[in-house]
């Protein structure tokens, strides 16, 4: 099917959803030299153009140690509650100014802690800056719904403490939990303890799984741990030959495991090598549930218009594409299912029944 071609503007109106964005990967560039300013950490630059172009340059060196950096100088200015009220108000705003209804953002609250704050702080202060920017953007007229995710880190041993705030905070605007940090070498099958903490307490959680390590990772972050959602997924593409889908691609495929797919991320980190071959494409065409996401907007220099753009122009997808992976994300959001009926039925696709 031949796509149709609009332009930005256009993609930009359509309403989005977005599973897959770490919140430490999406700081506006002016405001990570403001905080930076104000605690004394020293940037590579203090322009904020120039800062976003290393952050892009280095993003895409292929150098690990470097793209490991980009994440220090966010993470630096996110230790006080200033700097964390700030960056997660604006974070809402910016979803809000790309057409995004709904989104998901990610964390690891122990990286926050370096200032003194508290795990439990460094949680209510996000929610809070989260609640004043939903509250900004309705009453600008764009109003955009943001449930958290909490992460542990999987080469940490501090995975257990994040999922018990998970539950903790599950009433106050948390609506999942995540693993990140190195896949492989790290299995998620290390933290079972807390998965299966989590589905005693019916908290729902994804796992990062099928970028960095292949078809093994996929099949512990579900068969074992449990997980409703799988984080990238790309590598699920192991376990399909000439369209044929193996028993692991076969049961995300038919019982719609979401995929939680960052194409721009994707070829940074080596994962997939272009736009036009991301494995997205042929996974939405073979029925998976794809969603689109951006995983970290400044580090990737995207938004969600921009991962959309790319689509369009470069993998031939169509208007209706991008309703069908925003339907998806809504979908297997871990949000209420009237949420996310109200949602899919009232402003992604008036009139749709679900």
Known sequence: MTATRVDADVIRRLPKAVLHDHLDGGLRPATVVELAAEVGHTLPTT????????????????DLVRYIATFEHTLAVMQTREGLLRTAEEYVLDLAADGVVYGEVRYAPELNTNGGLSLA????????????????????????????????????????????????????????FDIAGAEAGFPAADHLAAFEHLRRESVPF?????????????????????????????????????GKLGRLAGWVRDRRIALEMCPTS??????ATSIAEHPITALKDLGFRVTLNTDNRLVSGTTMTREMSLLVEQADWSVEDLRTVTVNALKSAFIPFDERKALIEDVVLPGYAL
């Open 206 to 242: 994804t796992i990062h799984a099928g970028e960095a390590d292949g078809l093994s990772s996929i099949h512990q972050a579900l068969q074992i741990c449990g997980a409703q959602r799988l984080g990238h997924g790309v590598r699920i593409t192991d376990d399909i030959v000439d």
């Open 266 to 271: 994707n070829l940074q980190t080596g994962a």
């Open 47 to 62: 322009d904020p153009d120039e800062l976003a172009a290393w952050y892009f340059e280095a993003a895409n060196s292929g």
């Open 121 to 176: 702080e460094v949680v209510e202060t996000v929610q809070e800056g989260l609640a004043a920017g939903m509250a900004k953007a309705a009453a600008a007229g764009t109003p955009v719904r943001v449930g958290t995710l909490l992460c542990g880190m999987r080469m940490f041993d501090r995975v257990r403490e994040a999922a018990d705030l998970a539950v903790a905070f599950r009433d106050a605007g948390v609506v999942g």
